[in-house]
């Protein structure tokens, strides 16, 4: 009976624990949010290590795998790896800087033209209907642009402040990415110290155990980023491609965003084809109209063809856990948070399934023997 009690006792004060835990979760995201502001660049030189990595062991194993020092092996594979990031970075931006001040200086300077092409497609859709005024589109960009023009003078401490976020941000990047390079180089090192502290705080049984658990939740993290960011650059290509034949204007522009949106799960496919839409609806309404008919096709095919492929079916995680990850974790991390949501989806699953429904399990195994 006192255990019973126990039992139930246990139960209630972690039910209390975690209701206040999710009904405080702004306070929380405030907490790690204030932790991270101090840990930022080496949490970030953190990331972009674990995520460049599988691409030095691919080419250490397969371009250096002759060579005897296996530590020249190591750094000449993380040259060549930090050189490819380095080179697409700069392709991508010199391509989508110019775009985007084009894009920007043309719909300003096209505001009617698109506004009277935008009518002429209601007036053929409405079967020819009563026009729609559409003078107020022109307004509204010409009285945005004066407002925005006379602001900046009343606001120059949040301009301040925001340019000096940004140039934090930048320098916290700098500093992180010189950080991924001194751990790639020093992966090997790292790994061993961890494991000799790991083994001198925890017993051999734990530590295997430990061990193997990290060595799981490695492989979900990095088998689900490959495939995540293959995925989005078939995306993206094929999204080139289409528009690319279909003689569609700010082709890379919209590639990218369509591309890179895609890695998001769930709510990244429509926003991509939101943003894509927009920006071409703007040039002309049946370019958005073929463009998100394609993209329905394209996302098809990517949920039901492309990513069983890729991933070689499910993680096996339920769609609730999944949408529920998305949730919390970009509440509590923002755009990491839902980017990261599927594979930690995954390792939560993993660790009820593999490790706490296993114990429960055993326990009720010893409690029927006894």
Known sequence: MEKRWGAYTVA??????????????????????????????????IVIAYVVDPLV????????????????????????????FFVLFVVLLAGLIPQIANSIVVLYNNVDTYAASLQTLLKTLGNGGHLIDLSSITDFFDNMINNLLKSIPNNMDEIINTSFNIGKNAFDLIIGFIMAIYFLIDKKRILAGTARLLKALLSEKHYRESADFFHRCNRILIRYIICDLLDGLIIGVANFIFMTIAGM??????????????????????????????????????????????????QTCDGYVIKPKLFGGSLGVPAVWILVSIIVGGRMFGVWGVLLAIPFAAIFDYIFREIIWVRINRRKTLKAEQ
């Open 12 to 45: 209630t004060c972690s039910a209390v624990v975690l209701y206040l835990v999710l009904s405080h979760l702004n306070l929380f995201a405030k907490g790690i949010g204030a932790v991270y502001g101090f840990i930022s660049p080496v949490f970030i030189g």
């Open 57 to 84: 062991v691919f080419i250490q194993v397969h371009l250096f795998k002759k060579m005897k020092s296996e530590r020249i092996a190591r750094n000449l594979s993380v040259l060549i790896s930090v050189l490819f």
């Open 249 to 298: 204007p700010y082709v890379i522009l919209t590639s990218v965003v369509v591309g890179v949106t895609n890695l998001a799960p769930t709510f990244g496919p429509i926003v991509g084809g939101v943003i894509g839409g927009f920006i071409l609806v703007l040039v002309n309404p049946w370019y958005a109209l073929w463009f998100i008919i394609f993209t329905i096709i394209l």
